[in-house]
């Protein structure tokens, strides 16, 4: 099993930028591919950005590719997003989750963070 923990929301004027992290318990950090998910008020949650076990494979949702970046530290069993030239619309919860498939679909994921709140002003 894996426990994420999110840190590094806040608030941020439109164009700024944000690094979440994602600190995830267990010793089986390097066995599971990890996302970032994300929740505006009165919305679904949508997929943000996945990393595969080996950081080899990233994949993002149109929406923030080019201004998002994923990563992960295995030493440190972190997960990373950088976030730049951030709009708006950009303004969520931000979850971070776990599994061990490869995959942008939320419904698969067993593993979740509590969420950490970014917002952008305008």
């Known amino acids: 099993q894996v426990q994420p923990v999110e840190s590094g929301g806040g608030l941020v004027q439109s164009g700024g930028s944000l690094r979440l992290s994602c600190a995830a318990s267990?010793?089986?950090?390097?066995?599971?591919?990890m996302a970032w998910f994300r929740q505006a008020p009165g919305k679904d949650r949508e997929f943000v950005a996945v990393i595969s076990q080996t950081g080899g494979r990233t994949y993002y949702a149109d929406s923030v590719l080019g201004r998002f970046t994923i990563s992960r530290d295995s030493a440190k069993n972190t997960v990373y997003l950088q976030m730049n030239s951030l709009k708006p619309q950009d303004t969520a919860i931000y979850y971070c989750?776990?599994?061990?498939?490869?995959?942008?679909?939320?419904?698969?994921?067993?593993?979740w963070g509590q969420g950490t709140q970014v917002t952008v002003s305008s």
């Open positions: 267990g010793r089986t950090f390097n066995s599971y591919a």
């Open positions: 989750a776990a599994d061990p498939i490869l995959t942008r679909d939320h419904a698969r994921y067993d593993y």
